[in-house]
């Protein structure tokens, strides 16, 4: 298995661009979550989802859309691009919801908006 | 979810045990005590959890006290790899569909030294 895995690595946006930040597991896990974690602090919950079709917003969902189509992949997209979104987001799938010991984690994709 | 206060970094001899120490005054009677650790630009990794008695696994030892209001994580031989941010977090096993929300702290750097 690949476990959850992030793309791109890297990416630098200006102001008011557009992105998809991709996120796929092959663990057949039902929840996924977007976190995004800035320098100094702790992660904290973007948008996260329970199953294909369903997903809700976490502590802070503003500047970012989710969907779920499929149970494998969970994009985050930001619709315009701001300076306060730089940060490194991590994607992370369970396979039992809402239980941290079996929360796995993609290796993150750092973003930088000019 | 209870707080927790932790050193911001310790130094360990490689081959000797790493004992990383965290208070949780607060913690509520159904609240865990959550370790996870993050190496430089990856994502967080688990690695133990207890409620109120010890616990051990393949990677680590989790001592809690008998006033459950601190704890320690044991890393027995610790190696280089083991040199990362240690998060100590508490909070229930789970509340729900959003409940695998991670909140970290700064957590504790350790650097395990040659």
């Known amino acids: 298995n690949a476990g959850v895995t992030q793309t791109p690595k890297f990416q630098v946006l200006k102001t008011g661009q557009s992105m998809t930040l991709q996120c796929a597991q092959d663990m057949n896990h039902e929840y996924m979550s977007w976190y995004r974690q800035d320098p100094g602090m702790g992660l904290r919950l973007i948008h996260y989802s329970v199953g294909a079709g369903i997903t809700d917003q976490g502590e802070v969902p503003n500047g970012y859309n989710v969907s779920r189509s499929t149970t494998e992949d969970f994009p985050l997209r930001l619709l315009s691009a701001a300076p306060s979104q730089t940060s490194v987001y991590f994607c992370?799938?369970?396979?039992?919801?809402?239980?941290?010991?079996?929360?796995?984690f993609g290796p993150g994709t750092r973003l930088l908006v000019l | 979810d209870a707080k927790t206060t932790q050193p911001t970094s310790m130094d360990c001899a490689e081959g000797r045990a790493a004992n990383l120490p965290c208070n949780h005054s607060t913690i509520s009677g159904n609240e865990y005590v959550y370790w996870y650790r993050q190496i430089h630009s990856q994502g967080p990794q688990y690695i133990i959890h207890?409620?109120?008695n010890n616990e051990t696994n393949e990677m680590a030892s989790l001592i809690i006290t008998e006033d459950r209001k601190s704890s320690t994580l044991i890393l027995p031989h610790a190696t280089l790899r083991d040199t990362a941010v240690y998060y100590c977090?508490?909070?229930?096993?789970?509340?729900?569909?959003?409940?695998?929300?991670?909140?970290f702290g700064k957590g504790t750097k350790l650097s395990v030294i040659p």
């Open positions: 977090i508490v909070r229930v096993a789970y509340s729900g569909a959003g409940s695998y929300q991670l909140t």
């Open positions: 207890g409620l109120k």
């Open positions: 992370a799938s369970s396979p039992t919801g809402g239980r941290l010991e079996t929360q796995y």
